[in-house]
């Protein structure tokens, strides 16, 4: 049974903060979007194989929400710059597997560091006592946007 929402304003005031959300965190750049040499989607790259040992190519593209051309291309360019290491199965040759080399982990931190410096201060600009609570809302909400039939689904790791 859905939920009757009676007040069109709250929905309008939702949207409108979860658009200023993806603008600020730069999601609307894609492509463009650089950050220490590689694009979003690469820096993402990074971060789920540092998360995810042993992942393939396919799994790695689930995750994204990617299709696999369009991550594999990726995965391309970050082979080329030596930032990721593709490594044969030990009993399966036809399976491969991500993992990052020792650049592409020195990369990784660096990314970590600044994203990481970046929370901070937002969490510096938070009331007193809400950064918990507003920890534990965006869980809620990003775990809505998994179960929505109009939003794609990448996994909460």
């Known amino acids: 049974m859905k939920k009757q929402i009676e007040n069109k304003q709250s929905i309008e005031e939702m949207r409108h903060l979860i658009v200023l959300l993806a603008r600020q965190f730069g999601l609307l750049q894609k492509e463009s979007s650089q950050c220490c040499g590689v694009t979003m989607i690469q820096s993402h790259i990074l971060y789920e194989?540092?998360?995810?040992?042993?992942?393939?190519?396919?799994?790695?593209?689930?995750?994204?929400?990617?299709?696999?051309?369009?991550?594999?291309?990726?995965?391309?360019?970050?082979?080329?710059?030596?930032?990721?290491?593709?490594?044969?199965?030990?009993?399966d040759r036809r399976y491969v597997t991500l993992g990052l080399s020792e650049k592409g982990i020195a990369l990784e931190e660096s990314i970590s560091t600044m994203m990481n410096d970046y929370v901070l201060d937002l969490f510096n600009h938070l009331?007193?006592?809400?950064?918990?609570?507003?920890?534990?809302?965006?869980?809620?909400?990003?775990?809505?946007?998994?179960?929505?039939d109009y939003c794609c689904k990448p996994p909460l790791s």
């Open 127 to 148: 009331p007193e006592g809400k950064i918990h609570s507003m920890t534990s809302e965006l869980k809620l909400l990003t775990e809505a946007m998994c179960k929505s």
């Open 49 to 91: 194989i540092n998360h995810t040992h042993q992942l393939s190519l396919n799994e790695l593209a689930e995750r994204l929400g990617l299709d696999n051309s369009t991550t594999s291309r990726h995965i391309h360019g970050l082979v080329e710059k030596g930032y990721v290491e593709r490594k044969p199965h030990p009993t």
